[in-house]
């Protein structure tokens, strides 16, 4: 990475602040560019869902993994339901969507309740583990909420073998021009799973990320408190590929001598650890233990902590200086926050960084946690929060006495409740991986690039004023 000439400002950057130069290249298709990750998470592309409650659950989880990122699930998960967790997202198809099943009996109002649960928005419905009918969201308008799903399931549904590969998938559906998906069996006649027509289609682009056994990837998170080389190894026993400890503020004792504990225990996966703004900080997590450092202090979208505190650092510089330092001690980082575009993608891999971390912009998707609601106007939308909010705080404190979930409650540094719309175009966070490879993919061809490591040593930039950033804005409705 280098700048133009002259663009070398004495201030620090954000992604706003900035434009890449295009290169002469030979880079002709977007389908040339390999996004995969060299920092031994087994990423395919450079996608990682930060931990936070409101957005890391298993749907998220397993939907993530099979387009080839990865999923940090969050520190305040207890064991046992983090070990279930795990275990799903294992199970889970490469290839097909892990359906919302019910059976003849239930009700529309019980379909209703969980069709947003998944962006395909249809429930199968079952008998024992065979599928006898589909029922979408359209089939449930102006019908009575107390009618049963066999008077209204479609039985005459797509219906393919498992085994069968995703352009015949693609085919069976073009060829039934009334359906939305089809439903995948195993030999015995038992539910697989389903496809869209571009989930098919995605199949094809996306490789999964996959440990070695062949089954979907998936993180997970712990904090600084307590025993946390016992809850490290309870973690990576019940399957967890990635291990990431994680702090507000990284750079401190207490984080150094967790993450030298658990480093201790050679545990077999990355051990990622942040999160910190300098280089200084970089060495000290690299030396005590880190594979990968997590950068980022106040750039989140649910995050307070630099109006409150004045502490943090411009999200640009950061994660450039930060992998600089990273690279010369052979570890790696992720650019955790700030992230609002896909050109901000692009822009923290130019810098260096190996995976980009991405929270609030997930939360509003089909496949996060929380429930769909509706406002006065007819906008879709879910509810998120910071993890260092009151609200999070509260759920982290519940064990403790009255009076000392009293006194932590005083001090907040994150939004404790936020509407995160969920974009007509783009509900599921399929879409927005999408969306965010698509610009990523461009980015290297422009610069000239087909890997990441690529993009990083080819990429020259500019600084931009303000005007110049509001120019590169879309006009949707003209001027």
């Given at each position: ?147 049963r799903l066999r008077t209204i399931a479609d039985a005459d549904f797509v219906c393919a073998q498992a085994t069968a590969s995703p352009r015949e ?311």
């Amino acid at each position: 990475m280098q700048f133009l000439p002259g663009h070398t400002p004495p201030y620090d950057l954000t992604y706003d602040d900035l434009f890449l130069v295009p290169h002469r290249t030979d880079v002709s298709s977007r389908f040339d560019v390999d996004l995969s990750t060299t920092d031994g998470t087994g990423t395919t592309i450079p996608i990682v869902v930060a931990n936070m409650t409101a957005v890391a659950g298993r749907r998220m989880a397993e939907t993530v993994a099979r387009r080839g990122g990865i999923v940090v699930l969050p520190q305040d998960l207890p064991i046992p339901a983090a070990a279930d967790t795990i275990a799903f997202v294992k199970s889970r198809s490469l290839t097909a969507d892990t359906p919302v099943t019910l059976g003849p009996d239930h009700s529309v109002s019980d379909a209703l309740a969980l069709i947003h649960k998944r962006a395909h928005r249809a429930v199968v419905v079952i008998e024992g583990d065979k599928p006898v009918g589909v029922v979408t969201e359209a089939a449930c308008a102006d019908v009575d909420r107390f009618a049963r799903l066999r008077t209204i399931a479609d039985a005459d549904f797509v219906c393919a073998q498992a085994t069968a590969s995703p352009r015949e998938i693609f085919d069976l559906l073009e060829s039934a021009h009334h359906a939305t998906l089809a439903v995948l069996v195993h030999a015995d006649g038992s539910l697989a799973g389903v496809m869209t027509r571009t989930g098919t289609v995605r199949a094809d682009i996306y490789t999964p990320a996959v440990d070695g056994a062949g089954a979907l990837r998936v993180a997970a998170a712990v904090g600084v408190n307590g025993d946390i080389p016992a809850k490290a190894k309870a973690l990576v026993d019940a399957g967890a590929d990635v291990l990431v400890i994680d702090t507000a503020h990284g750079h401190q004792v207490k984080m150094l001598e967790a993450l030298r504990a658990v480093a201790d225990l050679k545990l077999g996966v990355p051990l990622v650890a942040g999160n910190v703004v300098s280089a200084a900080g970089t060495r000290d997590l690299a030396e005590a233990g880190a594979d990968i450092i997590k950068v980022g202090v106040g750039p989140g979208a649910m995050c307070t902590t630099r109006m409150m505190t004045g502490v943090g650092r411009p999200q640009f510089s950061a994660v450039a200086e930060c992998a600089a330092a990273a690279k010369d001690l052979g570890v790696h980082i992720w650019a955790d926050g700030g992230v609002r575009h896909p050109r901000d993608v692009a822009l923290a891999l130019a810098a260096g960084a190996s995976n980009v971390m991405i929270g609030s912009w997930f939360a509003g998707t089909y496949e996060s946690p929380g429930d769909l609601r509706v406002d006065r106007d007819g906008n879709a939308y879910k509810e998120s929060f910071g993890m260092a909010s009151k609200r999070a705080v509260a759920a982290r404190t519940a064990a403790d006495s009255g009076f000392d979930r009293a006194r932590k409650a005083l001090f907040e540094e994150g939004i404790s409740t936020s509407r995160m719309r969920l974009d007509p175009e783009r509900p599921g966070v399929e879409d927005l991986i999408d969306h965010i490879c698509s610009g990523v993919r461009s980015a290297c061809t422009y610069a000239g690039a087909r890997t990441l490591t690529e993009l990083h040593d080819n990429a020259v930039l500019g600084v931009q004023s303000a005007a110049g950033f509001a120019e590169g804005r879309p006009l949707p409705s003209g001027w």
